[in-house]
Structures are given as C-alpha cells and as structure tokens.
C-alpha cells in the first residue's frame, strides 16, 4: 500500500520567518506527481504546490518551494517570509493512479 | 473561472437515512473525484468517475456510491448511513482523466445523528 508520512503533526513559526514542513513517502512507481495543499479554517483545500517526480529541479512558486529527493523519497515543503494567512492545515499528497495518497497534515501556526 | 462547487454545504441526516451530495466540477474537466475527511482518518479517496464511467474506487463499501452526469457534474450517495459516515467530503475536478492536478471544491458536511 502506498503511504505518505508527516512527521509532524504541529509547527509554529514567527511572522515574516521561514520554516519547513516535512514529507515522506513510499512507491515502487519511478513517474508520479506530488503535492502540496493547503486547508485553512474555512477547510477549502488549495493548491499550493505540485512536482513532477521525473524532474530534477525543484518547483517554486512565490513564497513557496520544495525540497524534493527522489532516492530518499522526501518531499519537503519550504515557506520563507511567513504570513499570518499561511495559518493553515497542510497536507502532502501523491498521486498514484488518479487517486491522491494524502499524509495525515500538518498544522501550521503563523505567530505575529 | 468558477472552481469546484458543491451542495449541499452542510447536511444532517438520521442513522439508516440515505444522502446524496452533489458536485460541479470547473468548467472543461471531465475527471470528478470524491474524497472522505473524516476526524482521526484523514482523507479517503472515494471514487474517481471519467466520461460517466466509474474509473476506479477507494476502500469503502457499497453503500458508498454515485454517478457523473453528461455534463460531467457528479453525486454521491450514501445509504443506510452510519455514525461514523459523519465527515467532510471533499469533491475534485481534474481537466482530463490523464491530468494529474486535482482542484478542491469546499465540502460538504455530513452529520449522521
């Protein structure tokens, strides 16, 4: 079965700082997609960030970037110059078949 | 563009009752996928439907079903519902079934008193 792990369940950051969020993940598949998303409190899932698996380079959007190690099979997700709108639940995900495997999320607090 | 939308936002129903949810995928996708947030479970793929047909299915049992209409907007229904059939249940669109982006609606919340 496939399984995404997010090792951590809370994390805190200051205003205007950095953090990374962290993602593991097990496939016997060499091309797939991963993901980021975002569920604030109003619990509407948004995209952040997603990442073709037969890419070497790292996606970046904005604010926001990831650390992908494919041998290792870590996909990270970088936020630097945090805002109190990042306050969310984030959720990694992989795609396998047309079906998203979702880790069980990470609440992210964003303190002024 | 509008996104995903679905309705109802929130529904109460009784233990044994049937629900129908209902979704509406953005404009030009095809691919609808269904998913349960349940607390303490996370989130469940459901089902994936393409072109009308059902494509593939998560782990749930039968009582767990739905279809897509010709203009690719979609419903599930859940009968004999149970307690723990009370979740948050998610609707995605993709724009075709070999897309692999899946765009959220905001849910529907279904408690089963």
């Known amino acids: 079965a496939q399984t995404v792990t997010q090792s951590q369940p809370e994390m805190s950051v200051q205003e205007a700082e950095t953090v990374t969020l962290s993602c593991t993940y097990d496939t016997s598949e060499n091309n797939y997609y991963l993901f980021w998303y975002k569920q604030p409190p109003s619990r509407q899932m948004i995209l952040v960030i997603r990442?073709?698996?037969?890419?070497?380079q790292n996606a970046t959007e904005n604010r926001f970037s990831v650390n992908f190690q494919k041998a290792a099979k870590s996909f990270s997700l970088k936020i630097s110059d945090s805002q109190l709108g990042d306050t969310a639940m984030y959720f990694c995900?992989?795609?396998?078949?047309?079906?998203?495997?979702f880790g069980a999320g990470t609440i992210l607090r964003v303190k002024s | 563009e509008a996104g995903v939308t679905q309705s109802p936002t929130h529904l109460i129903k009784t233990r044994g009752q049937q629900a129908t949810l209902r979704c509406s995928p953005i404009?030009?996708?095809?691919?609808v996928y269904w998913y349960q947030q349940a607390l303490g479970l996370g989130l469940q793929f459901l089902l994936w439907?393409?072109?009308?047909?059902?494509?593939n299915r998560g782990n749930f049992p039968p009582r767990f079903s739905g279809r897509q209409f010709p203009n690719y907007s979609s419903e599930l229904n859940v009968n004999a519902l149970e307690l723990e059939d009370s979740a948050l249940y998610l609707c995605?669109?993709?724009?075709?079934?070999?897309?692999?982006?899946?765009?959220f609606g905001p849910g529907t919340r279904l408690l089963v008193l």
């Open positions: 439907y393409d072109e009308g047909e059902e494509r």
């Open positions: 995900a992989v795609e396998y078949g047309n079906k998203l495997v």
């Open positions: 995605a669109s993709s724009l075709w079934s070999g897309e692999e982006t899946q765009y």
């Open positions: 990442q073709e698996a037969y890419k070497q």
């Open positions: 404009s030009g996708h095809t691919s």
